[in-house]
């Protein structure tokens, strides 16, 4: 009997939304705060597939802070922590106010690869 990876890799990325209190639009949110443009849709079906990329994987990991220290990526180092960010963008969403506290997002070359 052949391990399935696919959906051990569903799993544990669904796990980790759970345990840190992350739904689907908020991942998209988190996401687009560091960079990577996602759809609420085109995330559902990936989560749901679970069919997705290492870079993908990394990506949700390092928007919902549940990377550990060691698999840490220096991306963060630049922009410091996603839950800062994402709080002061709930802040500007909430006063209205222009999402200009957001960092300037990475170029394509300081994209996350595995």
Aim: charged content about 25%; proline content about 3%.
């Amino acid at each position: 009997m052949e391990f399935d990876w696919v959906g051990e890799n569903r799993r544990l990325l669904k796990k980790e939304l759970v345990r840190m209190g992350v739904d689907t639009k908020e991942l998209v949110v988190r996401l687009g705060l560091i960079g990577v443009e996602e759809t609420e849709v085109s995330v559902r079906h990936k989560l749901r597939r679970g069919t997705f990329s290492c870079t993908f994987f990394v990506q949700c990991l390092t928007a919902i802070d549940a990377v550990q220290p060691s698999m840490a990526v220096s991306f963060s180092s630049q922009i410091g922590s996603v839950n800062e960010l994402y709080a002061r963008h709930m802040a500007a969403q909430k006063t209205g106010s222009s999402t200009a506290v957001l960092p300037k997002r990475p170029t394509r070359n300081q994209s996350l690869t595995c």
